[in-house]
């Protein structure tokens, strides 16, 4: 039986979103910080003498890690729905951890030959179960701690982490390639980095021991499945996965390829290194105005302003990135990455909300999770892989905004057909 005053206490509001935000912040932090430094890691751990061959080897292994997602998603989607969302993010802090030291540690190809790729391959299994299950626990949390009406911008601020993330993300490159020449960054310079994501590991203690459970979670606890959650999301919730994992595809191809903008700069644009970086601080401080879009997804509706977002990014992609290629430079490079970037926010930072409404309190971890990690994995893990190859493929660096496009088109449709349940309480 659960005591009363678990049941009507509420955990502090401000102390759960800033403990939420910043695990989050610093856990894609560590997961992603491997794009934006994949051209010296690609030369460290996968030489072919071709560098474009050991960059799309670099990004494959960036992709695989998502393969170990769904998995994730279905053991500690699990364990947040038995034993609670803040434990749960806590097991997912510690594991990121442990794949980001492995990488950060990892002897080079020079030094032991294959062991090398393939320690990194397992550090990115690693990361992506980890990562695999953070979203749900992550999400859950923020929006069964929100109040009546607010739940768009609660579950914003998992976007806001993500922005900040990616604002860090580019701090640290630029500040090291401002500090160290391009020969230190290639050799180790790269592997401070992936150390400053260690900052992630007091803050999985933090939460783990200082955050309660929202009400609605205590108040369900005999709704908790005594079979895996997983069989029940897959037996009784399958259509709301399938819609949730093509409003995704939007999502998170567009995620990435903002993500790994550095890299396209450099390999196929030409522009010099520490500039590459700048865009990507910009668009992180850009990407901190989501919770504004949380507010007018409460009050407009979810559906109405992702249809914004959707059909947004299907007119923008094809001029914005002819801009760039136009004339690649510091000043385009930074344009073009704010457009595609407010269009991104427009249409994603609702769907946090959405993916939680999908789900009924006692599996909404797992099934968010899955829904997630399943869209990930077959849409947007491959995403720099896919981009890498299909502009040497077609020579053409504008055929990325092709595939921006299809995406695009893709996810309104999927928008468009679904139920809103902004106005509906959680089941």
């Known amino acids: 039986m659960i005591a009363t005053d678990e049941v009507v206490c509420a955990p502090s509001p401000v102390r759960v979103v800033v403990a939420a935000t910043i695990g989050n912040m610093l856990e894609w932090y560590d997961f992603v910080i491997y794009a934006a430094f994949a051209i010296p890691i690609s030369k460290c751990f996968f030489p072919t003498g071709d560098d474009g061959v050991s960059l799309l080897l670099s990004f494959i292994t960036f992709g695989l890690g998502f393969v170990a997602r769904p998995f994730g998603a279905i053991v500690l989607g699990g364990y947040a729905d038995r034993r609670g969302r803040s434990k749960a993010l806590g097991v997912t802090i510690l594991l990121m951890a442990l794949g980001t030291s492995i990488i950060a540690l990892c002897p080079s190809y020079q030094r032991v030959g294959l062991i090398a790729p393939i320690v990194v391959l397992v550090a990115r299994l690693i990361q992506g179960f980890s990562a695999g299950g953070a979203i749900g626990g992550t999400i859950s949390m923020l929006v069964e701690s929100a109040p009546p009406g607010r739940r768009g911008l609660y579950a914003s601020f998992q976007q806001l982490s993500q922005g900040a993330q990616i604002m860090l993300a580019g701090l640290v490159p630029l500040t090291l390639t401002w500090v160290l020449p391009a020969e230190a960054i290639t050799a180790w310079g790269w592997r401070l980095a992936f150390a400053v994501g260690l900052l992630i590991v007091p803050v999985g203690f933090y939460i783990r021991r200082a955050i309660d459970e929202a009400p609605i979670f205590n108040a369900k606890v005999v709704d908790r499945p005594a079979v895996p959650s997983i069989g029940i999301v897959l037996r009784h919730h399958w259509r709301a996965v399938l819609t949730g994992m093509f409003i995704v595809m939007l999502w998170t191809i567009s995620q990435y390829v903002i993500y790994s903008f550095p890299v396209f700069a450099q390999n196929q644009l030409h522009v010099p290194l520490p500039q590459s970086y700048v865009g990507s ?27 914004v977002g959707g059909l947004g990014m299907l007119c923008v992609a094809y001029p914005a990135y002819a801009f760039l290629i136009e004339a690649p430079g510091v000043g385009r490079l930074t344009a073009t990455q704010i457009a595609l970037m407010i269009f991104f926010l427009i249409y994603s930072t609702p769907a946090s909300a959405v993916l939680a409404e999908l789900f009924p309190t006692s599996v909404r971890a797992t099934g968010i ?14 995403t720099p892989a896919i981009v890498t190859a299909l502009v040497g493929w077609t020579g053409r660096p504008i ?5 921006l496009m299809g995406a695009a088109c893709i996810s309104s449709i999927a928008v468009f057909t679904m139920r809103d349940r902004t106005r509906e309480a959680l089941l």
Do not use: E, H, N
């Open 281 to 307: 601080v910009v668009v992180g401080a850009v990407w901190l105005l989501c919770p504004l879009v949380g507010i007018l997804a409460d009050r407009f509706q979810r559906k109405r302003v992702m249809m």
């Open 369 to 382: 999770s899955l829904t997630y990690s399943l869209g990930v994995t077959i849409f947007g893990g491959f």
């Open 399 to 403: 055929s990325v905004a092709f595939y």
